[in-house]
């Protein structure tokens, strides 16, 4: 499986509309979280642009993902394929005592 750093832009100015979605995309972004299609999901503090990094076969499969997405009507977005994804999401951390 491959990884898809996806890119989002969000309008400058977020309306009623775009949060009144956000209840139903945080429930979507959640399921794909716990199936592991999507591996991280970050907005920056000013709210413009976010991240997701995705688990798909191809860029096309991961495109599919983000356009199921409640907000997609607000938002343009951009993937790439990952060559290099390290983490230390889920990895316990060494205590040495």
């Not at 299609?37 to 920056?44: D, G, K």
């Not at 413009?48 to 977005?77: H, L, Q």
Request: some cysteine; overall charge neutral.
């Amino acid at each position: 499986m491959k990884k898809f750093l996806c890119t989002f832009f969000l309008p400058a100015l977020l309306e009623d509309s775009f949060w009144e979605e956000i209840p139903g995309h945080r429930k979507y972004i959640n399921s794909l979280m716990e199936a592991e299609t999507i591996v991280t999901y970050s907005v920056n503090q000013n709210r413009s642009k976010g991240w997701v990094v995705i688990n798909a076969t191809t860029e096309k499969e991961a495109g599919k993902i983000i356009e199921r997405f409640p907000i997609r009507r607000f938002i343009n977005y951009q993937a790439d394929e990952l060559f290099i994804f390290d983490s230390m999401i889920g990895a316990p951390r060494l205590i040495l005592n």
